[in-house]
């Protein structure tokens, strides 16, 4: 069992839930931590923090995500420290920008290289599983219509699973330190390859519909999410739109020694009867 122990946030979350099965096969015993779980983290109670980091040496950080984050990040350190912590594993995600206009992400980031304690980043593309678990584009899958809001612009989505193995092996392996990876799966597709792969895997069709970005934003504003959010995901597809993720990354095959998995393999891997309806 392992020496280190790992302490994993967000560990019902799509990464987090499979940065836990993997440390576990390896033989480690992870502290699974959620809002909800046996272990109690929230990011806006630090009344839960100590007893969630009482013991741990590593910590994989799924951070906060709003305004508020890198405020939170540093209070957090700042307990974990204490309690003896000394690596930390960051889910970050590649910025879809090479501007600054994402002040947010590089504050959390430079909060976790300005700790003083050890310390890995992880940059990943959009997740495969975005497509099959409990998200916004998941219940339009399951509609089986896809909304977006560019039709020619590619990302190079990454399966979940190999940002889980990347954590793993720093969180456990040596030479990850100050290391920042960037993350993508091995091709470049477009929305509509996506939904012709999906249909072909789940003998499901599934619709793709562009619309511009003030329908789409009333859209999801419609379907009850905020403007916030809505306008958010347009500048993603703006950015995918203007090309600014189309390069793969081998932040994968680098850590791991191996390719990251292809949609194909992730489309073939999904159960599709618990994603459609009847």
Same mark, same amino acid.
């Given at each position: %069992?392992?020496?280190?122990?790992?302490?994993? &946030?967000? =560990?019902? =979350?799509?990464?987090?839930?499979?940065? $836990?099965?993997?440390?576990?096969?390896?033989?480690?015993?992870?502290?699974?931590?959620?809002?909800? =779980?046996?272990?109690?983290?929230?990011?806006?109670?630090?009344?839960?923090?100590?007893?969630?980091?009482? *013991? %741990?040496?590593? #910590?994989?950080? #799924?951070?906060?995500?709003?305004?508020?984050?890198?405020? %939170? /990040? +540093?209070?957090?350190?700042? +307990?974990?420290? +204490?309690?003896?912590?000394?690596?930390?594993?960051? &889910?970050?995600?590649?910025?879809?920008?090479?501007?600054?206009?994402?002040?947010? /992400?590089?504050?959390?980031? @430079?909060?976790?290289? *300005?700790? *003083?304690? *050890?310390?890995?980043?992880?940059?990943? +593309?959009?997740?495969?599983?975005?497509?099959?678990?409990?998200?916004? &584009?998941?219940?339009?899958?399951?509609?089986?219509?896809?909304?977006?809001?560019?039709?020619?612009?590619?990302?190079?989505?990454?399966?979940?699973? !190999?940002?889980?193995?990347?954590?793993?092996?720093?969180?456990?392996?040596?030479?990850?330190?100050?290391?920042?990876?960037?993350?993508?799966?091995?091709?470049?597709?477009?929305?509509?390859?996506?939904?012709?792969?999906?249909? $072909?895997?789940?003998?499901?069709? #599934?619709?793709?519909?562009? /619309?511009?970005?003030?329908?789409?934003?009333?859209? &999801?504003?419609?379907?009850?999410?905020?403007?916030?959010?809505? @306008?958010?995901?347009?500048? /993603?597809? !703006?950015?995918?739109?203007?090309?600014?993720?189309?390069?793969?990354? @081998?932040?994968?095959?680098?850590?791991?020694?191996?390719?990251?998995?292809?949609?194909?393999?992730?489309?073939?891997?999904?159960?599709?009867?618990?994603?459609?309806?009847?």
């Amino acid at each position: %069992m392992s020496e280190s122990p790992i302490l994993v &946030l967000g =560990g019902t =979350g799509k990464t987090g839930a499979r940065v $836990a099965r993997q440390l576990t096969e390896l033989g480690h015993l992870p502290r699974i931590a959620s809002r909800s =779980g046996a272990t109690r983290f929230d990011w806006h109670d630090s009344s839960t923090w100590p007893a969630a980091v009482d *013991g %741990m040496k590593a #910590v994989y950080v #799924v951070d906060e995500q709003g305004a508020d984050a890198a405020t %939170m /990040l +540093t209070d957090f350190i700042g +307990t974990a420290t +204490t309690a003896g912590v000394e690596r930390l594993v960051l &889910l970050s995600a590649r910025p879809f920008t090479q501007r600054s206009d994402e002040p947010s /992400l590089f504050r959390v980031e @430079d909060v976790v290289s *300005g700790s *003083g304690l *050890g310390w890995t980043i992880l940059r990943p +593309t959009w997740f495969c599983q975005n497509f099959s678990e409990p998200n916004f &584009l998941c219940t339009e899958i399951a509609e089986g219509e896809l909304r977006v809001t560019t039709r020619e612009g590619a990302e190079p989505f990454i399966d979940a699973e !190999d940002i889980a193995a990347v954590a793993v092996a720093a969180l456990t392996g040596d030479g990850h330190d100050e290391a920042v990876y960037e993350l993508s799966g091995p091709r470049l597709m477009t929305f509509g390859e996506v939904v012709a792969e999906i249909s $072909a895997a789940s003998g499901r069709e #599934v619709r793709l519909t562009v /619309l511009s970005p003030e329908e789409y934003v009333r859209h &999801l504003v419609g379907r009850g999410h905020s403007r916030e959010l809505a @306008d958010y995901v347009v500048r /993603l597809f !703006d950015a995918i739109d203007d090309g600014a993720t189309a390069y793969l990354s @081998d932040g994968v095959e680098k850590v791991t020694g191996r390719k990251a998995r292809d949609f194909s393999e992730y489309a073939a891997s999904v159960d599709w009867t618990k994603v459609f309806p009847g």
